[in-house]
């Protein structure tokens, strides 16, 4: 079985910050694109930041850039999301994401080219 577990949300003050990570499990990722998306209460769910397989390609929702970093141990099978600078309007839930499907191994800003999702966890930044 397939699974993608997160790790590392909670509760942080203004200005913190937070260091997610996503361990998959059942299938390895090494040549697959990776992500996180999220979704706060009454939004839609939206990209954060994605990764390419070998993780020298990235991309980052406008909202996020220059305070969160996404990276990868494809050894470990594992993605990590470093958010800095947190902001009360950063406060949602986190999902990890892999994709597998056509041209997996670059990175995508569409939901729907993750086929696997993680169970989310949360984020709350007060202020």
């Known amino acids: 079985q397939v699974q993608l577990v997160e790790s590392g949300g909670g509760l942080v003050q203004a200005g913190g910050s937070l260091r997610l990570s996503c361990a998959a499990s059942g299938r390895t990722f090494s040549n697959n694109r990776m992500g996180w998306f999220r979704q706060a209460p009454g939004k839609e769910r939206d990209i954060v930041a994605a990764i390419n397989w070998s993780g020298d390609s990235t991309y980052y929702a406008d909202s996020v850039k220059g305070r969160f970093a996404i990276s990868r141990d494809n050894a470990k099978n594992t993605v990590y999301l470093q958010m800095n600078s947190l902001k009360p309007e950063d406060t949602a839930v986190y999902y990890c994401?892999?994709?597998?499907?056509?041209?997996?191994?670059?990175?995508?800003?569409?939901?729907?080219?993750?086929?696997?999702w993680g169970q989310g966890t949360q984020v709350t930044v007060s202020s």
């Open positions: 994401v892999a994709g597998v499907l056509w041209r997996a191994g670059f990175l995508s800003t569409s939901l729907n080219a993750y086929e696997y």
